[in-house]
């Protein structure tokens, strides 16, 4: 069955990029209507959706981070990936990648029916 | 843009049936689906119901949800209560305007 995998850095320094990847298993990035989520969760927090990236590779992001956000496709490495610019202690989080379903018939949705276990990361010099 | 107002807590005793209530501040709940997530200690969420009222395979029938137009919110019931019911419950829904995904805050069940 479809699997995610969260990778990257686990300590970022204020100021750096933060750079997530997300492994797929079980299924292709790039098969047709399939879209990928990315959501963090500070500790002892709710859950707060980053933004989502479609299989053609258009993307949309939460307003209050999409001027430091940018989510994109790897398809020869089956993988997705988050990066976002200009860090902060208020960045450190646990991040969560997710496959997306959505449709807008008969009404509209999105919502993350496959995710991986998360990934922690801490921005602090 | 729109939020989704869960209560912060709820707790109820074993055997016991709980609602989770989560409301739409703007805009008609009907607009969107809802889903409803189970969010366990230090594990990633689950899905417990998506499109308004259906489960997911293997998700137990003591978890149902609902919408309803007039209070503009979405609502959780889980009954006969286990105590590996106790999770974080997060409800979450899709603004159309903005394409964005909207969860609610999150709601902890403790069942003592």
């Known amino acids: 069955q479809l699997q995610l995998q969260e990778s990257g850095s686990g300590l970022v320094k204020p100021s750096q990029t933060l750079s997530l990847t997300c492994a797929v298993s079980?299924?292709?990035?790039?098969?047709?209507?399939?879209?990928w989520s990315w959501i963090r969760q500070p500790s002892g927090k709710g859950l707060e959706w980053i933004g989502y990236i479609y299989y053609s590779g258009n993307t949309n992001y939460n307003s209050s981070l999409k001027s430091r956000v940018t989510i994109s496709i790897d398809r020869s490495k089956n993988q997705f990936s988050l990066r976002l610019r200009s860090a902060t202690a208020t960045d450190t989080a646990v991040y969560f990648c997710?496959?997306?379903?959505?449709?807008?018939?008969?009404?509209?949705?999105?919502?993350?029916?496959?995710w991986g276990k998360g990934t922690t990361v801490t921005v602090s010099s | 843009n729109f939020m989704l107002t869960q209560p912060h807590s709820v707790s109820e005793s074993p055997g016991k049936t709980v609602t989770i209530s989560c409301t739409r501040s703007?805009?008609?709940?009907?607009?969107?689906?809802v889903q409803w997530y189970q969010q366990r200690p230090g594990s990633a969420p689950t899905t417990v119901i998506y499109e308004d009222n259906q489960r997911p395979s293997g998700v137990p029938d003591r978890f149902s949800a609902s919408i309803d137009s007039s209070s503009n919110s979405a609502s959780l019931t889980i009954s006969g209560l286990k105590t590996e019911d106790e999770a974080d419950y997060y409800c979450q829904s899709y603004d159309t305007n903005n394409r964005h995904v909207v969860f609610g805050g999150g709601t902890k069940l403790t069942v003592l």
């Open positions: 703007s805009g008609s709940i009907a607009s969107n689906y």
């Open positions: 997710a496959r997306g379903d959505y449709s807008n018939y008969p009404r509209p949705y999105y919502y993350m029916d496959v």
């Open positions: 079980g299924g292709s990035i790039t098969s047709s209507g399939s879209s």
